[in-house]
């Protein structure tokens, strides 16, 4: 089973940023961040998998960045020139199942999640 912990939310001003890190204990083959506002679906924003491809989702390309830190077990997003609209809680989530040439962004995908973390971008 893999655990995972994130933190680094926060409220901050519409074009300002944001570091979300995700602490990760246990095998993983993909991780990805989601997001999911009050009365909203949970969506995918970023995935990463174990050779290092990336995928994201249109609303954050160009401004967020997911990136993995493998010596410290860390899963992280940048998150820049953030908007209101960017205002959600967002999950760390992996996935051990090997799935080469797989990056999904759909939340089914995954079996494993964390706590959540809370960001609000304020206009």
């Known amino acids: 089973q893999v655990q995972l912990v994130e933190s680094g939310g926060g409220s901050v001003q519409a074009g300002g940023s944001l570091r979300l890190s995700c602490v990760v204990s246990?095998?993983?083959?993909?991780m990805g961040w989601f997001r999911q506002a009050p009365g909203k679906e949970r969506e995918g924003v970023a995935a990463?998998?174990?050779?290092?491809?990336?995928i994201y989702a249109d609303s954050v390309k160009g401004r967020f960045a997911i990136s993995k830190d493998n010596a410290n077990n860390t899963l992280s997003l940048q998150m820049n020139s953030l908007k209101p609209e960017d205002t959600a809680t967002y999950y760390c989530?992996?996935?051990?199942?090997?799935?080469?040439?797989?990056?999904?962004?759909?939340?089914?995908?995954?079996?494993?999640w964390g706590q959540g973390t809370q960001v609000t971008v304020s206009s």
């Open positions: 990463v998998g174990r050779d290092g491809q990336t």
């Open positions: 246990g095998y993983t083959y993909i």
């Open positions: 989530a992996a996935e051990q199942r090997v799935t080469p040439g797989t990056l999904a962004l759909v939340h089914w995908w995954y079996n494993n």
